[in-house]
Structures are given as C-alpha cells and as structure tokens.
C-alpha cells in the first residue's frame, strides 16, 4: 500500500492530464499511486492514461458526469494510499513536490494540508497574467499566494492532502456547486483537525486561458463566498468583501464622471498600482501589461458575483443553488 494516492478528477481534459502525468513520472519520493476520474468525459484520457501504466501505479476511473465533489470522492473510495492528495487536472507537479509533503506531514504531524501555486515559464503571457493576479497582495491580501493567509488557512482542492481517516470521518465532498473544496475544508477544521500549509509544496496551475473564462470563474466565486458564510456563520471576513467593494466604486466613479469628468481619471489609478506590482514581481513587460485587466477581471467578476448572491440569498432569501441554475462544470 503507498502512502500517498493523488486524485485527480477530469472532464474533457486529455492534453492536461498527459502534462500531469508526466510531471508525477519526476518526483523523488516514489511512494504513491494515482487515480485518474473521467467525470462523464466525452473527449476522454483513457489512451492517456494507457500511456503510463508501465511508468507510473496509475488507476482510470469512468463515471456519469456529477461534479467535481462527486469525481474526488469516487476517486477516495478507490484509493489506497493513507494520505490522499487532490490536485486538478492542469496542474503540473515539480520534482520536489512530494518530498516536501512527507518531510512536514512527519515533522508538523498534519492532517490536512495545502499547497501554493506558481506559474510555469511555459504558461502563455495571459496565463502568467492571471497567475499572479491570482496571488497579488493587491487583489486577494496574499490569501492564495505563498505566505500565510491573512485568516485561517483553508486547503484547495488543486493542492489540497489529507489523511485517510480524517478524510472518512467528515465524510468527504459536499454536495455545493462550487466552494465544495473551501467547505471541505472549513468543516475539517471546525471538526478539530491539523491543518497547514506547505509552502514548499507548490504546483505550476495553468488557470484559465481567456478572460472570458477566468471572469466566470472568479464570478462563482464571488458567489461562493456568500453561500460559504450561509453554511459556516462567522467565516467571512472584511477582506472578502473587498471586491465588491472595488466593483461598486468603479461604478459609482463611472456614473459620477458623468456629472464631473474629472472623476474619471481616478480609475486609472488601480491599474498603474496593478502594472507596477506586475512588473516588478514578473519582470516581463507583456504579462504586466495583461495583468492590467487580469487584475480588473478578478476583482470586478468576483465582486459581481458577491453582490448578486448577496441580494438572491440575504435580500431576497433565495436558496443556494438560485445562481446555479445549470451545472457550472458542465461549461
């Protein structure tokens, strides 16, 4: 039996999962296995996955598409290893990644543990883009980056490990759209166990590759951030509402330019505090330049999000699944 078993759900993902694969096919410590879970795939990774059975202990899973929640979970059952680590599809995994793992789960005796993400020099200008607005100090307070969060550290399920018996004792996924993996881990922790992060134990995460995409994935999470205090009352803090905040000052600035144009002008200011930061972290003219409105993106999407949920659910009493009228990874 390994120690660690990666799950890794996919849907219509093939490409990515041959690029996870083969990144697992490096690491130094070799204790592990992998289960792959085609969730309802119709563009599937099985000749993928075929690929590796003589350089990796790889196991394929197939079930109707149900989510994400419902992919990991089946991917749990089937697992063998005593830590479980979940990671999603476009990831890839450095050589050291695992080793980090073993060396502060035997020191720091966790139970549910995380790791940071970072962007790849393969990823495309957009993607380098999103990736560091995604770990700004100046869109999300560092909370994704690699320091410790502002709040509670809660594991994501692109890098996200737990033990075996802590994992069967809160009983897995939930059943929410999307969040499934902060409410996992909220109730982990409200359940007593050890969590921490890992900063060593980092991921290359491609992300989106459109804004059109990245928008409507910072959008659910807007909305998930209201549905999250809804299930664990207290959870939310100043800072999540931040990019609402962000969103309804530029349509007030907006709005009010009409009345005195100069007002206007005050827009531009967030987005040279968003190119300099860009530059300096990245180096790299084209990807500040993107990071521009990678960072618009975030804040504006993740904003709109937020309030409309905050007005189905608070001010009009709505249910969880009122924005989520189709399934959102289904798209």
Known sequence: MPKYSFIVPVYNRPDEVDELLESLTSQRFTDFDVTIVEDGSTDTCRHIVEKYTNRLSVNYLEQPNGGPSAARNNGAAHATGDYLIFLDSDVIVPQQYLGAVDKAVSERKLQCFGGPDASHPSFTPIQKAISHSMTSVLTTGGIRGKKESMDKFYPRSFNMGISRSEFARVGGFGDMRFGEDVDFSM???????????????????????????FF???????????????????????????????????????????????????????????????????????????????????????????????????????????????NFYKK
């Open 187 to 213: 109730r982990l922790i409200e359940n007593g166990c050890k969590a921490g992060l890992i900063a060593d134990a980092f991921v290359y995460h491609k992300r989106r590759t459109t804004f059109k995409a």
């Open 216 to 326: 409507k994935q910072v959008y659910n999470s807007g909305v998930a951030r209201i549905n999250l205090e809804k299930r664990h009352p207290g959870t939310m803090k100043l800072v999540h509402a931040l990019p609402a905040a962000f969103f309804l000052g530029n349509i007030g600035l907006v709005a009010l330019g009409f009345v005195w144009w100069p007002l206007w002008c005050l827009l531009a200011l967030p987005a040279v505090g968003f190119f300099i930061d860009a530059l300096v972290a990245t180096k790299q003219l084209r990807v500040a330049l993107l990071a521009v409105p990678a960072a618009y993106v975030q804040l504006c999407g993740y904003g709109c999000g937020f309030c409309d949920c905050f007005l189905l659910r608070v001010i009009f009493g709505k249910g969880e699944y009122a924005r989520f009228v189709k």
